[in-house]
């Protein structure tokens, strides 16, 4: 058994070498054929196991899985209206009806699930598994293998309010009409609060790549992104965030896990299981922890930006030859330019996202994009085109080689955050990025350029800048309005239902928060009000 497995580990290093002589960055970022080598590595226990990338998995993998491993439970988990994970529970009595739940899936109530599109009076809804997001549940004492699961209707097709089922419809429009493919990566910040520690202070609102022991909280990031990994995530880094305070005898410290890029539907999976994920080990270990967009006013509020690329024919098209942005790229970021204010109503669905989205505190207010410029809603983060091999400048012994780094160029929205609905704000920056690169190339060009920001746009002495820019809502009363005006954009390709657009206008309209900013600034107590309110959002 030994030297079987020194053998393995042979072979691994041996791969390994190969891939750092082609670059291990492009592998990482994108060669999910040559990550198959490398599976028995995959911290998802069903993954390992059947040794099958998990787009492979079939009933019979799973039904094997559950007998040889012994697995006495299935779960079903499925996204509601208010961002959650909802959960429905299987005793396997039998292979039979493991089978049966498998095949057939279970009937569920959608009026309690999405209460502003279905009606009481015809609710139900099926709810089938997704084989390939199988995992096996990190925290149950009982063995237990998890699903994603999708809605389909009484005829048997997908639901058409379906958070997946929109995603997809999605995804299937903008390759239709652009031959390429739409990814994505999220990352999610978070505040975790514990009891205050006299010793080794941390400094407030420095928190950025923080270490122990000034980071009270690292062990347990780290142990999430563990936990998130065992559930499929397909994790880049996590580090400490800016965010960290004292309130009240409690200690907040901002943290955030940040994914690689994949196909939309699997970014928003796996950022709808790590929060579930993050949540219940929080729990476990006695903790609390918030996705709110803001926590208290003057400190670093969290979002959830979402990193984007554009794929053709298995490459990275957002860079060009030169290694700037492509042109296609600068259309799709003038498509986010045109449905920014709209895009809101998907990914700012509570009135604290609003008291996030306001000046000098590293979240946008306009409508405006800029290379490596956190001061604008789109940012182009620096990326590997220098061309030079890094690695062998700051390692001699290392021979220099020519890596092809561009996979790992994306642009990035940084107005989301976590009340968003993760499959609808998917699903509107595919069809924004759609529209960019629909239009007349010329027109979306310029909307490009005079979009574009080089400073700071905060600053006084860019204030005639600033003027020519478009705001970003306030409220979500304003958000409503903005989709309201764009809604036909939203519904073309048969991508969002009207139905589901009726509905997210009803729950923003409903927060009446046309006058909360305003209100705030005389009344202090109306802000923690709203914090309580909205601290276990999404």
């Known amino acids: 058994m030994g030297s079987l497995l020194n053998k393995k580990v042979s072979i691994l290093l041996a791969f390994l070498v190969l891939l750092n002589r082609q670059g291990l960055s492009n592998f990482a970022y994108h060669n999910y054929d040559i990550m198959d080598t490398l599976i028995a590595l995959n911290p998802n226990e069903v993954v390992a196991y059947l040794q099958k990338r998990p787009g492979e998995f079939t009933r019979a993998d799973l039904l094997r899985f559950i007998t040889e491993k012994g697995i006495r439970m299935v779960d079903f988990m499925y996204p509601a209206e208010d961002g959650r994970v909802k959960t429905l529970n299987f005793t396997v009595n039998s292979l039979a009806y493991a089978e049966t739940i498998l095949t057939e899936g279970e009937r569920v109530d959608g009026s309690s699930l999405f209460p502003s599109f279905i009606e009481a009076g015809n609710s139900d809804l099926y709810v089938i598994p997704r084989y390939r997001t199988a995992f096996v549940d990190p925290f149950n004492e009982i063995p237990t293998l ?8 009484k005829s048997g ?3 058409d309010c379906g958070p997946h089922a929109t995603l997809m419809r999605a995804e299937k429009a903008f390759e239709a009409s652009t031959g390429m493919q739409f990814e994505a990566m999220g990352e999610l910040e978070y505040y975790v609060i514990t009891e205050e520690d006299k010793l080794f202070p941390a400094t407030d609102q420095k928190g950025y790549h923080e270490s122990e022991p000034f980071a009270k909280l690292n062990d347990f990031r780290r ?3 563990d936990h998130v990994a065992k559930t499929g995530g397909q994790i880049k880094y996590g580090h400490s965030e800016v965010g960290n305070f004292t309130l009240d005898g409690k200690v907040y410290e901002q943290n955030e896990i940040e994914f690689l890029p994949c196909p939309l539907d699997t970014a928003a999976d796996q950022l709808l299981l790590a929060k579930w994920v993050i949540r219940n080990l929080a729990y476990r270990y006695g903790l609390d922890v918030s996705f709110a967009p803001k926590i208290t006013v003057g400190k670093a509020g969290s979002g959830m930006h979402i990193h984007m690329r554009l794929m053709k024919d298995g490459k990275n098209a957002t860079l060009g030859k030169d290694g700037k942005l492509s042109e296609e790229a600068l259309r799709a970021i003038a498509g986010l330019m045109t449905m920014a204010p709209s895009i809101t109503a998907f990914g700012n669905k509570n009135p604290t ?6 000046p000098h505190q590293e979240a946008p207010t306009n409508v405006c994009w800029g290379d490596c410029n956190r001061s604008a809603l789109v940012r182009v983060p620096l990326g590997w085109s220098s061309g030079k091999d890094m690695c062998s400048k700051a390692n001699p012994v290392e021979t220099p080689s020519a890596l092809d780094t561009t996979a790992k160029q994306t642009f990035e929205m940084r107005s989301p955050d976590c009340s968003a609905d993760i499959y609808q704000l ?3 920056l595919c069809v924004a990025a759609r529209i960019g690169l629909e239009m ?12 574009y920001v080089d400073m700071d746009i905060h600053k006084s002495e860019n204030a005639a800048k600033l003027a020519t820019l478009a705001q970003l809502p306030t409220c979500c009363a304003e958000s409503a309005d903005s989709l309201e005006k764009v809604r036909d954009i939203y519904q073309e390709a048969d991508v969002f239902r009207p139905r589901m657009i009726d509905g997210i206008l009803k729950s923003l309209k409903a927060q009446g928060d046309s006058s909360l900013h305003s209100q705030a600034r005389k009344n202090p107590g109306l ?10 959002c999404g």
Not at 353 to 358: E, G, I, N, Q
Not at 527 to 536: A, G, H, R
């Open 157 to 159: 097709e997908p639901f």
């Open 527 to 536: 802000m923690k009000q709203l914090v309580e309110q909205y601290f276990y």
């Open 223 to 225: 142990e999430c992104m």
């Open 353 to 358: 996202s609003y008291f996030r989205l306001v």
């Open 440 to 451: 007349p190339v010329e027109k979306a060009l310029k909307i490009a350029k005079d979009t």
């Open 146 to 153: 998890c699903m994603l699961c999708d809605f389909y209707d």
């Open 426 to 428: 998917m699903a509107g």
